[in-house]
């Protein structure tokens, strides 16, 4: 429930703070991502709003919601993978537009699942928060309707393309959708293993996959480089929720409190569940939860190495997305990602 949730959750945000030596040094792509993403979001949100919205309450939900709307790096990717494979970037605009409005109501409905009236320890109301749960349902389904009719606007592509393009977005949707009903199996589940989180994890990273994918394709990318896109953009993914992972953790209380109580547990708690005093610990905290509760739970998950095997996981994600990286003809492109 966490890979579209935050406003600010992008793929440019992997810095951590130096007590965790967890450094991938990207602030030389930050401004990179914004700069490419940053046009297709505006336009996406544009084309929304100039569309017939009869109900004043709506068009002022999604207005506002079309400012808090800041995560560029996933429209950036389908650029860069567009340009990875030697193609036009500018014809992936309506693909991109697309999942922008769609990820957006994803959004918005987790908020409804998660129960996340607010945001963050500034406690910033979330659209829920303002408007309800029933409106904020609304809002999230006139996202997706209008980001799918945005596909109109591929007919510059072969009708095969067009329907491989339809395909992804469809099995991608699909996949993240079934991430999403799997993973409410583990909130409050104290016999969550590592390996059943880390598969929801790769489900949920379907969505960064259908970006560098249909960029590949819409790029005129062999199939071998159409893979290895979508196996980049699958490990990048997934890097991007395990980072989330230790920050929600180590560096947000508000986030952390959320997690136990209403959410899936991060996967350095899910590492930790072998401890005894874990699961104790946990068990007590499901009736309420206080800042020294959260300082010892977060301790029991440092003793038991839960930062490093997260660590080593994401570690293992990073290598094996350079190693896709390399197959394509301009593989300096993503790999600039991680230098």
């Excluded at 769609?102 to 409804?112: M, V």
């Amino acid at each position: 429930m966490k890979e579209t949730k935050k406003a600010n959750h992008n793929l440019i945000r992997f810095i951590l703070r130096k007590r965790y030596r967890l450094r991938l040094k990207m602030a030389d792509a930050t401004n990179m991502l914004k700069e490419l993403g940053e046009p297709l979001v505006k336009a996406a949100f544009e084309d929304l709003l100039s569309s017939r919205i009869p109900s004043k309450k709506a068009e002022i939900m999604l207005r506002k919601f079309s400012r808090s709307w800041k995560d560029y790096g996933r429209a950036a990717l389908m650029v860069l993978s567009c340009r990875a494979v030697g193609g036009d970037p500018s014809l992936v605009s309506p693909a991109a537009k697309a999942l922008i409005l769609t990820g957006g109501g994803f959004d918005l409905h987790d908020d409804i699942i998660d129960s996340s009236y607010t945001r963050f320890d500034t406690k910033r109301k979330t659209t829920m928060g303002m408007y309800g749960r029933e409106s904020t349902l609304l809002a999230g389904d006139a996202l997706i309707i209008v980001g799918l009719s945005e596909l109109h606007d591929l007919d510059g592509l072969s009708k095969d393309k067009f329907r491989e393009v339809l395909s992804v977005i469809k099995d991608g949707l699909l996949e993240l959708g079934s991430a999403e009903m799997d993973e409410l199996a583990l909130i409050q589940n104290l016999d969550a293993t590592p390996r059943m989180y880390l598969r929801i994890v790769n489900m949920k990273a379907a969505d960064v996959e259908s970006y560098t994918r249909i960029g590949g394709i819409i790029g005129n990318g062999s199939k071998e480089e159409v893979d290895a896109l979508g196996r980049f953009g699958r490990l990048l993914g997934m890097i991007t929720i395990l980072r989330d992972d230790i920050e929600d953790t180590f560096n947000d209380k508000a986030e952390l409190s959320s997690r136990i109580l209403k959410e899936s547990l991060p996967l350095p708690m899910v590492y930790s569940l072998s401890s005894s005093d874990c699961k104790a610990k946990l068990q007590n905290m499901f009736g309420g939860i206080n800042d020294g509760d959260l300082d010892e739970i977060v301790a029991i998950v440092e003793a038991n190495k839960g930062f490093e095997k997260t660590k080593n996981e994401i570690e293992r994600c990073i290598e094996e997305a350079k190693s896709e990286a390399m197959k394509l003809k301009k593989s300096q492109l993503l790999l600039s990602l991680f230098q």
